[in-house]
C-alpha cells in the first residue's frame, strides 16, 4: 500500500519539481554568470558614451571585432542562458515550482519586486533586441549600426516615451540582478545568518545604485550626444579603422591618371 501510493505520488510530480534542487541552482547560477554579468558589462560599456562618442564608438569596435565569433558568443553566452532563466522564472511564476525553502523571503516585498521586475525586465529585453540588434531588422528594428555607434543609438532613444520606457526597464534589470544576488546567496546556503543577510543586503544595495547610475547615466548620455558631430567622429575612425585594416587606400597614396591631370 505505501510502495503504491509512493508510485501514485512520484507519477504526479512534474519534471520540474522532480529536479527542483538543480534546477534553482541553474536558474540562480544563470542570472548571475553569465546574464547578470553581461548586464554589468552591458551597461558599463554604454556609460563610456559619457566620456565622449569616440570613446564608445572604440569600446563598441572592441566588442564587434570578434567578428563571426559575435553571434556565437552572444548564443552560448547571452541568449541561451536568458532564455533558460526566463523560462524557469516563468514557471515559478506559474506555480510550476514551489517557493518554499529556495525563497524564504517569500513573504517579503522585496520578492514581489523580484517577480514583477524580472517580468518587466524581459519584456524590455525584448524590445531591446528588436530596436537595436541585427536580429530587429526583418522586423523593422536593428537600427543600431555597430559602426556609427552613438549616433544610431541616439537617434533611437531621443523620443521621451522610448527613454521613460528605457529608464523603467533598465532599473527592473538593476534591481532584478541586484536582489538575484541576495536571493543566490540563500538558495546556495551562503547567507545563512541573519548578520550574513543584512550584510548582503547592503551589498545588493551598493551594486544596486551603481548600475543604476551607470544605467541612468548612459541613457542620459545617449541623448545629449550631437549626432551629426558624432557622424563625423565615427566617420573618421571607421576610415582610419579600414586602413588599419587594409580595406581602404590612403586618399595620398593614390596616383592620378593621366585623364584625370590638370591641363
Do not use: C
Not at 510502495?3 to 542570472?31: K, M, N, P
Not at 525584448?126 to 544610431?152: C, E, N, R, V, Y
Not at 521621451?160 to 529608464?167: E, R
Request: hydrophobic share 50%; glycine share 12%; aromatic share 8%.
Amino acid at each position: 500500500m505505501s510502495s503504491s501510493s509512493q508510485s501514485v505520488d512520484a507519477g504526479d510530480t512534474s519534471f520540474l519539481e522532480r529536479h527542483q534542487f538543480l534546477i534553482y541552482r541553474l536558474f540562480s547560477l544563470a542570472g548571475l554568470v553569465p546574464v547578470g554579468a553581461f548586464l554589468v558589462v552591458h551597461l558599463l560599456t554604454n556609460a563610456s558614451v559619457l566620456a565622449g562618442p569616440e570613446v564608445f564608438q572604440s569600446r563598441v569596435d572592441m566588442i564587434h571585432s570578434l567578428g563571426p565569433l559575435l553571434p556565437v558568443v552572444e548564443w552560448l553566452f547571452i541568449f541561451l542562458p536568458m532564455i533558460f532563466h526566463a523560462a524557469v522564472g516563468v514557471a515559478i511564476i506559474a506555480g510550476g515550482l514551489p517557493n518554499v525553502g529556495s525563497y524564504p523571503y517569500s513573504g517579503n516585498i522585496r520578492y514581489t519586486l523580484q517577480r514583477v521586475t524580472g517580468m518587466i525586465a524581459f519584456v524590455f529585453i525584448l524590445g531591446h533586441i528588436w530596436q537595436l540588434h541585427a536580429m530587429g531588422k526583418p522586423l523593422g528594428g536593428g537600427a543600431f549600426d555597430p559602426h556609427h555607434a552613438a549616433s544610431t543609438a541616439a537617434v533611437a532613444l531621443q523620443p521621451m516615451l522610448v527613454a521613460v520606457l528605457y529608464a523603467i526597464g533598465v532599473l527592473s534589470a538593476v534591481y532584478h540582478l541586484a536582489n538575484g544576488m541576495w536571493s543566490l546567496g540563500v538558495t546556495w546556503g551562503i547567507w545563512t545568518s541573519p548578520a550574513a543577510m543584512r550584510r548582503a543586503s547592503w551589498l545588493s544595495i551598493a551594486v544596486g545604485v551603481a548600475l543604476g547610475a551607470a544605467g541612468l547615466g548612459s541613457l542620459a548620455g545617449m541623448r545629449m550626444v550631437d549626432v551629426d558631430e558624432a557622424k563625423l567622429i565615427e566617420g573618421r575612425m571607421s576610415e582610419a579603422r579600414e586602413l588599419l585594416e587594409g580595406k581602404a587606400v590612403p586618399q595620398a597614396a593614390v596616383v592620378p591618371t593621366e585623364g584625370s591631370q590638370g591641363e
